[in-house]
């Protein structure tokens, strides 16, 4: 099983910068693809940006050029870098990674971190 756990929400300007953190247990954390997505209120939950375990990376277009992925296995963490943030980036933001295991899919997703954009 992996378990997510994510930090490094909180208030910032539009402009402004920080950096998500999903820290991952469990044996298959390093051998799987990782993504970010965020849900804002009354809105459906969006794919942000993926990486793979081999360190591909991809962008939905509305970060692509502002936002970083990144992964550290020997810390089984993956991060987002936010630079040049909007306040239409404000939304809770939630790992996720995605287990082949036996012919199904598991699906396993951390609490959420929240992200504040202040015009």
């Known amino acids: 099983q992996v378990q997510l756990v994510e930090s490094g929400g909180g208030l910032v300007q539009a402009g402004g910068s920080l950096r998500l953190s999903c820290e991952g247990s469990?044996?298959?954390?390093?051998?799987?693809?990782v993504d970010w997505y965020r849900q804002a209120p009354g809105k459906e939950r969006e794919l942000v940006s993926g990486?793979?375990?081999?360190?591909?990376?991809n962008y939905a277009d509305f970060v692509r050029g502002r936002f970083t992925i990144s992964r550290d296995n020997a810390k089984n963490t993956v991060y987002l870098e936010m630079n040049n943030v909007r306040p239409e980036d404000t939304a809770v933001y939630y790992c996720?990674?995605?287990?082949?295991?036996?012919?199904?899919?598991?699906?396993?997703w951390g609490q959420g971190t929240q992200v504040t954009v202040s015009s």
């Open positions: 990486i793979t375990s081999g360190g591909l990376t």
């Open positions: 996720h990674v995605a287990v082949p295991t036996w012919g199904r899919q598991y699906d396993y």
């Open positions: 469990g044996r298959t954390f390093s051998s799987n693809a």
